[in-house]
């Protein structure tokens, strides 16, 4: 039973365009909402977070947007670029139990 | 300040075997979470402790276990490994635990044969 749902395994973005990510979720107790982005062979990195008291969370070219009544979240990056090429994991906090659960993730590969 | 630190990196065992894989979290942190990654999973919580004392439990077997010290340092162990235990295990410091950021280890790499 899969609570946090990242729907597609990978994404291929042009440089300098818009990548979306989007995540789903289920339980609808989660209450604050996290992206991690994750390189090879080192652990996942905080990159912004979002209270469901709020729609929009903006930090530099990385922007959380959040629907809670479709329980949809989704990271834009914009313009991205080849740095972001990593794996991208959406994360919810909140309900029964005190723990972030984490989605499968998202491969983001920036093409030149 | 020094990150979150992992041992050993890289772990060759064989089934049936049981291992025990180490966390020092960022100093003055005291909640370390501990996550399976496996292709096919993602991220999957096994359990934070905070202060010495298990806080939570993810929907892990018992062959699965921790404990933290009074460093903070944390320890989790795997009794009778199976093929499937194969992962990385990632370990995660924060200051509270709960909505405090987490800093994320670099991880050790489980392999079993």
């Known amino acids: 039973d899969q609570q946090v749902k990242q729907n597609s395994p990978s994404l291929s973005v042009q440089e300098g365009r818009i990548s979306i990510l989007n995540c789903d979720y289920t339980?609808?107790?989660?209450?604050?909402f996290l992206w991690y982005k994750k390189y090879p062979a080192e652990g996942p990195t905080f990159l912004i977070s979002i209270s469901s008291i709020k729609d929009k969370n903006e930090d530099g070219r990385f922007t959380v947007f959040l629907n809670k009544s479709a329980k949809h979240l989704s990271l834009h990056i914009v313009p991205s670029q080849p740095g972001d090429s990593a794996v991208y994991f959406c994360?919810?906090?909140?309900?029964?139990?005190?723990?972030?659960?984490f989605g499968k993730g998202t491969r983001l590969h920036i093409l030149p | 300040k020094a990150g979150v630190t992992q041992t050993p990196r890289y772990l060759i065992k064989t089934r049936g075997q049981q291992v025990t894989l180490s966390c020092s979290p960022i100093s003055g942190h005291r909640s370390v979470s501990w996550y399976q990654q496996t292709p096919g999973q993602g991220l999957q919580f096994l359990f934070e402790y905070f202060s010495e004392t298990q806080r939570n439990k993810g929907n892990f077997p018992g062959r699965f276990s921790g404990r933290q010290f009074s460093n903070s340092r944390s320890e989790m162990n795997v009794s009778t490994l199976e093929l499937g235990d194969s992962a990385l295990y990632l370990c995660a410091s924060s200051a509270t635990g709960g909505l405090s950021e987490q800093f994320f280890g670099p991880g050790t790499r489980l392999t079993v044969l």
């Open positions: 994360a919810a906090w909140g309900g029964r139990d005190d723990k972030i659960i």
């Open positions: 339980n609808s107790m989660f209450d604050y």
